[in-house]
């Protein structure tokens, strides 16, 4: 591993094998760093973020959001560019694998589906490998990933499944209904709870 000039690593970090982090990196605490990770400089990642192996993550970015496996991030908001292809040939990656891995990209970044569209179709039409399991394992944890708001008034659960699955007009909508009802209930702790989550996504900082 490779940790260049002023970076920072904060606590209850997670970081694999032989990353390579540029000049003033900075990890925010129980951010987790898959294998073979570059992160260029002038970088902040944002608390409990992870990032997937192999992935590339260009300079000056502000990483809000989770990065796959084999993805290159960049952008003001962070978005998925392309696959770390460049990469991925110099360890040895052939051809067919590559192409393999972009297809997976394409059907989950590029062809409008959600997230649970996308696996599905994944799973149905591309063999199993080790690539595509590990691509749809990272988003499957992202799945996991759910907030649940008791409201103890009306003696219900009120989930708000997998973020990532919603489109950003639906998640503003359901934020919407959900948090006036969470002050009724006077629980303001949840409230701010549910409010950071939204901005993160969104990609607006309102704290």
């Known amino acids: 591993m490779c940790i260049r000039d002023s970076s920072h690593i904060a606590h209850d970090c997670f970081v694999g094998d032989n990353c390579i982090f540029s000049n003033n990196t900075t990890l925010a605490g129980h951010v987790t760093v898959g294998d073979y990770v570059i992160i260029s400089g002038l970088t902040a990642i944002h608390q409990f973020c992870s990032i997937g192996n192999h992935a590339f993550v260009t300079g000056g970015s502000l990483v809000r959001k989770d990065v796959p496996p084999f993805v290159k991030a960049a952008r003001e908001p962070l978005s998925y560019v392309g696959i770390n292809s460049v990469g991925l040939r110099r360890r040895g990656f052939d051809s067919k694998k590559i192409r393999e891995i972009q297809n997976i990209y394409r059907i989950l970044y590029q062809k409008k589906y959600n997230n649970t569209q996308a696996v599905e179709i ?16 990272f988003i ?8 649940v708001i008791e409201l103890t008034t009306f003696g219900f659960i009120f989930p708000l499944h997998s973020f990532l699955n919603f489109k950003k007009t639906e998640l503003a909508a359901a934020t919407l209904i959900c948090c006036p009802i969470i002050l009724l209930h006077n629980d303001k702790k949840i409230f701010f709870l549910v409010v950071k989550v939204l901005s993160l996504y969104l990609s607006i900082s309102f704290f």
Do not use: S
Not at 140 to 147: A, D, H, I, K, R
């Open 140 to 147: 499957e944890n992202l799945f996991n990933l759910t907030v």
């Open 122 to 137: 994944i799973q149905a039409e591309l063999n199993a490998t080790p690539e595509r399991d590990e691509i749809i394992q």
